[in-house]
Structure formats: structure tokens, C-alpha cells
Nanobody
Framework: QVQLVESGGGLVQPGGSLRLSCAASGSIFGIYVMGWYRQAPGKQRELVASITSSHSTNYADSVKGRFTISRDNAKSTGYLQMNSLKPDDTAVYYC?????????WGQGTQVTVSS
């Protein structure tokens, strides 16, 4: 069983930055696709960014140029660097691992962008 633990969320002013981390247990981290999703109140969960085992990345249009996804397979940890944050980025952010027909989710970390 894989467990994912997110950290790094919090309250930040517009224009500020946060770095989210996702630590994974087990030995499958390096071969699975990792993604960051977010869910704002009253909205559906949406994909923010994803990264393959070979470090190919994909971003939602709303975060391109502001967010950067990365992973350290040796540490079984993924990251989401978020810069130039906007109030619309306020949401619970979830880490996801997907591969071999299996999907694993973290418990989520709250990000609030407000002055």
C-alpha cells in the first residue's frame, strides 16, 4: 500500500510563493506518474500539473509560467513550486500517483491566497 503525505500549504498574500511537498512510502514512486490536483469550495477537483517518471511535465493553462512541478525519485518525493499566487489559487491541493491501473491520493493540504 502506498501512502502519500503532502505538506507546505498555508496562508500567503497575493503575489507570494509556496512550495508543496509530497512524500511517498513504498518503492513505486519512481515509476508512476505524479500529479498535483486542487479543489476549491464548490468546484470539481482539477489537475494542476503532472510529471512522468522521465520528468516530462504538463500544466493547466491557469498555472503555466507560475507553477513548477518536480520530483526526486531517490527521495520518493514530489514538489510543486507555486509563484505569483492569486486568490483564485485558493484550494485544497492533493498529490496523486498513477500507474498500472492504480491511483493513490494524499490527504490534501490547504492553500489560501488572501491579503
Amino acid at each position: 500500500q502506498v501512502q502519500l503525505v503532502e505538506s507546505g500549504g498555508g496562508l500567503v498574500q497575493p503575489g507570494g510563493s509556496l512550495r508543496l511537498s509530497c512524500a511517498a512510502s513504498g518503492s513505486i514512486f519512481g515509476i508512476y506518474v505524479m500529479g498535483w490536483y486542487r479543489q476549491a469550495p464548490g468546484k470539481q477537483r482539477e489537475l494542476v500539473a503532472s510529471i512522468t517518471s522521465s520528468h516530462s511535465t504538463n500544466y493547466a493553462d491557469s498555472v503555466k509560467g507560475r507553477f513548477t512541478i518536480s520530483r526526486d525519485n531517490a527521495k520518493s518525493t514530489g514538489y510543486l513550486q507555486m509563484n505569483s499566487l492569486k486568490p483564485d489559487d485558493t484550494a485544497v491541493y492533493y498529490c496523486n500517483l498513477y500507474g498500472g491501473g492504480h491511483a493513490y491520493w494524499g490527504q490534501g493540504t490547504q492553500v489560501t491566497v488572501s491579503s
